[in-house]
């Protein structure tokens, strides 16, 4: 066999070894001259994110999504990747519905660390790895192994998602998280006499807040790694907690040029937390109107109450007959009445539902349900 013919046979391979080398090269020079830069937001931390996940996903990576199954956020699984090193990352928080962007917005959170490898004590998965109890204009975290992050606002505005994950990549990164802040909204109350006149005076008290708060605190798109040792140490707090807070002296109030009293400023739930502020105001005739404030979901609240005198109620009750009650006093009357939303009530004061209760010796209590609209119909107490 001659030397020309081995050449001959040899010739293909050496040329897909080339080409190979030839490659590699381009590859290296390409990443010498494009290096990999430092995550700056979250806009670019999602981009990131996003282009490692098709390999992910390649791969048999999971997708995050929310409840009704739609994709809320793609991550990286971190054992594709193993850390390289430890990095310093620092935390810039903007409220994108905030109008005055010198106004840093203050949020409570916990940094969470995605797609922790399998070790001998924990399973493979996300874990906490910093908790603040109070964010100002921004926070910095040393010695974070390389990986996939997020960030879970735990006071942030009700309804509103976490902002999406990023990537941790070289010794020193920042990141700017958009999350949407809690807004303040006033609490307006127009009380009407019986004849439909706005009542200009009362005392106003503070009468205690209902709230029930989520406490389990894990977010919804984390999957909190498992102790093998003591699973008890990786459970945290689940099931719903109630509260109430406590009452506070009355205020007398005035209206202002609207006719409204200004019950006060209100700031709206975070997510996960349902409250309802009570506040219950006394007219000089006795009437009380009770406010209810519900903090989930109000950005303007304008209620309107109505508060009738007694003698007013009473003109209404009669006996069985027909005849007034004979020696009904306006002591025996107690009149109630639940503000309502004035957009809720069309602005039609005369529709707004009182509760009055009317009592008695030797007839039967009388509770009944009186409207300026209907406060000309009759009421009948039955003898015991």
């Not at 010739?11 to 430092?38: D, F, T, W, Y």
């Not at 996940?53 to 390649?58: I, M, S």
């Not at 921004?138 to 006071?155: I, K, M």
């Amino acid at each position: 066999m001659s030397h020309f013919f081995v050449l001959d046979r040899l010739r293909p391979l050496l040329a897909s070894i080339a080409a190979v080398s030839v490659l590699a090269l381009a590859v290296g020079c390409h990443e010498m001259n494009n290096p990999k830069q430092p995550v700056t937001d979250s806009t670019e931390a999602a981009r990131r994110v996003d282009s490692e996940q098709a390999v992910h996903e390649a791969a048999g990576g999971a997708v995050d999504s929310t409840a009704d199954g739609s994709k809320q956020q793609l991550v990286t699984d971190c054992r594709a990747a193993p850390p390289l090193g430890l990095a310093r990352l620092t935390l810039r928080f903007r409220d994108p519905g905030a109008a005055d962007e010198a106004s840093l917005p203050e949020f409570f959170g916990e940094l969470w660390r995605l797609n922790v490898p399998q070790s001998d004590e924990y399973s493979a998965g996300d874990e906490c790895v910093l908790e603040t109890s109070r964010i100002d204009q921004r926070s910095t975290a040393s010695e974070l192994p390389y990986g996939t992050y997020r960030f879970h606002c735990t006071n942030r505005r009700h309804g509103t998602l976490d902002p999406p994950g990023f990537v941790v990549d070289q010794p020193e990164c920042a990141v700017t998280l958009a999350i949407e802040q809690r807004r303040r909204f006033p609490v307006r109350l127009t009380i009407y006499s019986g004849d439909g006149a706005v009542i200009e005076s009362c005392a106003v008290k503070y009468d205690g807040a209902r709230a029930r708060v989520n406490s389990n605190r894990t977010p919804n798109w984390a999957s909190p790694r498992i102790n093998y040792h003591d699973e008890t140490a990786s459970a945290r707090p689940v099931g719903i907690t109630t509260f109430k807070a406590g009452a506070r002296i009355a205020v007398n109030m005035r209206v202002n040029g609207t006719g409204r009293f200004e019950v006060g400023d209100f700031t709206e739930d975070a997510d996960g937390v349902r409250s309802v502020d009570t506040w219950v105001a006394t007219v000089e005739s006795g009437g009380r109107v009770v406010v209810q404030v519900d903090c989930t979901d109000v950005i303007v609240a304008d209620f309107v109450g109505v508060a009738p005198t007694p003698t007013e109620i009473m003109h209404t009750v009669v006996d069985e007959h027909g005849d007034p009650v004979e020696g009904l006093a306006e002591s025996d009357v107690k009149i109630g009445c639940i503000a309502v939303l004035r957009s809720t009530n069309g602005m039609q004061w005369a529709s707004v539902p009182v509760l009055a209760t009317v009592s008695r010796a030797g007839f039967e209590t009388l509770q009944f349900t009186w409207t300026g609209a209907s406060r000309g119909a009759k009421h009948y107490m039955k003898r015991n």
